[in-house]
């Protein structure tokens, strides 16, 4: 499995928590069940998560500070979790270049969001991108 499929993986449990308030584990036991099992990249997938949820209050601020007339509450809940799992990846995955989190996070946005999502999160993302030390706290 590609690290693509990791992070849409990642996505799915991220949606499940954030919306079903369900347990990352017990979301990751129900993606395999109905989807199967991730292989080679498991491990990616799971730091995805754990390390989007330990700072995903961080990360929030992040985008509320960008999306000023967005309450981060009102936003598409697939794009909310796009943006929390690409800015995971640009602060804390140094190892993982920013073009590669923003261009993955914009094709995820296509994929599973709305019409607009794909700019909406690119706008976003690229807002941190011109200064990221300014939005993190």
């Known amino acids: ?3 693509r499929q990791a992070r849409e993986r990642a996505l799915q449990v991220l949606f499940q928590v954030d919306l079903g308030n369900a347990k990352p584990a017990e979301a990751f036991n129900n993606l395999d069940e109905n989807f199967g099992a991730l292989n080679e990249n498991e491990d990616f997938a799971r730091m995805l998560v754990e390390g989007t949820l ?3 209050e961080a990360i929030d601020q992040v985008i509320a500070s960008i999306s000023k007339d967005w309450d981060i509450k009102r936003m598409a809940n697939v794009d909310r979790n796009i943006m929390r799992l690409a800015l995971y990846e640009i602060y804390y995955c ?3 270049p920013n073009s590669v989190s923003i261009n993955e996070a914009v094709d995820m946005g296509k ?5 607009e999502s ?4 690119n706008g976003i ?3 941190v991108l011109e200064d990221p030390e300014r939005y993190l706290s």
């Open 1 to 3: 499995m590609s690290r």
């Open 54 to 56: 330990a700072h995903r």
């Open 94 to 96: 140094k190892d993982i």
């Open 111 to 115: 994929v599973f969001g709305g019409e």
């Open 118 to 121: 794909g700019k909406f999160i």
């Open 125 to 127: 993302l690229g807002r």
